[in-house]
Structure formats: structure tokens, C-alpha cells
């Protein structure tokens, strides 16, 4: 699967479509985290900048999400 900036398709910005790019799960776009990637300088010869959409889940998955100090507040009154 191509990152958005590398496929022409959509903007690094906006997901193209409405799905996961690790489980191809359907998803609407306001669910979706956005993860960007760019390389260091001794990496940027070899790779390029990249933005990919996943869930939440995929997300939760490769330990990139964090929960809002507001969730975690409710979580604690609950």
C-alpha cells in the first residue's frame, strides 16, 4: 500500500478513502489517526517522507495512540 503524498491520490491531509491501511477495515475518515512519518537526516536519502491512516485499533496495536487527559478523566469519576 502506497502512502497518500506518494500514490497523486488525495492530500496528506484528508484520507483518500475510508479505510484502515494496516486491516483494510472501513472506517469514516473522522475516526481514523493519522500517522506521519519522516525519516532523520542520515535516513532521508533512503526514505521519504510518508502519512498513512489507520483505527484506532491498528493504532492501539503499534503503541501509537494516547488517550485524552479528558477520557481519562471520566474514566477516573466512573
Not at 488525495?10 to 472501513?26: I, K, L, Q, V
Request: glycine letters at 8%.
Amino acid at each position: 500500500m502506497k502512502s497518500i503524498g506518494s500514490s497523486g491520490a488525495g492530500s496528506p491531509e484528508t484520507p483518500r478513502n475510508e479505510e484502515c491501511y494496516r486491516c483494510d477495515r472501513a472506517v469514516a475518515p473522522a475516526f481514523l489517526f493519522k500517522v506521519s512519518v519522516e525519516p532523520s537526516s542520515g535516513l532521508s536519502k533512503k526514505y521519504g517522507n510518508s502519512v498513512r491512516y489507520c483505527c484506532e485499533h491498528c493504532a492501539a496495536a503499534m503503541n501509537l495512540s494516547d488517550f485524552s487527559h479528558q477520557w481519562t478523566q471520566q474514566l477516573d469519576r466512573g
